[in-house]
């Protein structure tokens, strides 16, 4: 089936760094790939869908300046959270969808747990 | 914007009952996913729905998908400790991205053995 890999799965950092994380399609090319966030015991948010080889597009009240993404690759999306804050602090998960058609949803990373202190 | 709400928010049944949970949007859309979260995870696909009044099963799960395809419920005969987890809905509405999902409030289910 479709996998999704998603690293850090968490990472704990100073206020004021910039963190890193990557999600990659295994065995399938995703022209497309859409970050999430999530607080605890909340819904997914859609911060922003991410598009290979043209500049991602953002969900209104997100900073795109805050929130860079890149995805240079079929298989490779990445977030970087710059200047983080503690409020920044969030389970952060990427999802693609490796088929169309009905037997087919979207396929998640494992998530990313952002801790700032 | 599009919303997207579940009610209830927490349910808690004994094993062997019952549980049913409902989504409504405030758009209409034009198909429907169902997601499960368990604890710590992520979400997991289970079905899509996009035929007006459509219904389809998975073994102990029924998923319906309203007329009016505003609403949609899922509903679980005899829960087992393994249901546990949030379950989701997330929709895509017409005229918008036809890629984009959006995500219900999520209703969290507890079992009791």
């Known amino acids: 089936g479709a996998v999704v890999s998603q690293h850090p799965s968490w990472v704990i950092c100073k206020s004021g760094t910039s963190v890193k994380i990557e999600c990659r399609s295994l065995?399938?090319?995703?022209?497309?790939m859409f970050w999430y966030r999530q607080f605890p015991k909340q819904s997914l948010m859609l911060m922003a869908t991410s598009n290979e080889g043209s500049k991602a597009t953002y969900e209104q009240g997100v900073e795109k300046d805050k929130f860079l993404i890149n995805h240079a690759s079929l298989t490779l999306s990445t977030l970087t959270v710059t200047s983080a804050h503690p409020e920044d602090s969030s389970f952060y998960i990427c999802?693609?969808?490796?088929?169309?058609?009905?037997?087919?949803?979207?396929?998640f990373g494992s998530g990313t747990r952002l801790t700032v202190v | 914007g599009q919303q997207v709400m579940q009610i209830p928010q927490y349910q808690h049944v004994q094993e062997g009952e019952d549980f049913t949970t409902y989504c409504n949007s405030s758009?209409?859309?034009?198909?429907i996913q169902w997601y499960k979260q368990r604890p710590g995870g992520h979400p997991v696909f289970l079905i899509q729905l996009v035929k007006s009044g459509e219904v389809k099963k998975q073994k102990r799960l029924t998923f319906q998908f309203g007329e009016a395809k505003k609403n949609s419920s899922l509903h679980i005969t005899a829960t087992q400790t393994t249901d546990v987890g949030t379950y989701f809905c997330?929709?895509?509405?017409?005229?918008?991205?036809?890629?984009?999902?959006?995500f219900g409030t999520g209703t969290l289910l507890a079992v009791q053995p």
């Open positions: 758009t209409t859309l034009s198909n």
């Open positions: 065995d399938f090319q995703a022209t497309t």
């Open positions: 999802s693609a969808r490796a088929r169309r058609g009905m037997d087919y949803g979207y396929t």
């Open positions: 997330a929709g895509t509405s017409y005229g918008g991205a036809t890629n984009k999902l959006i």
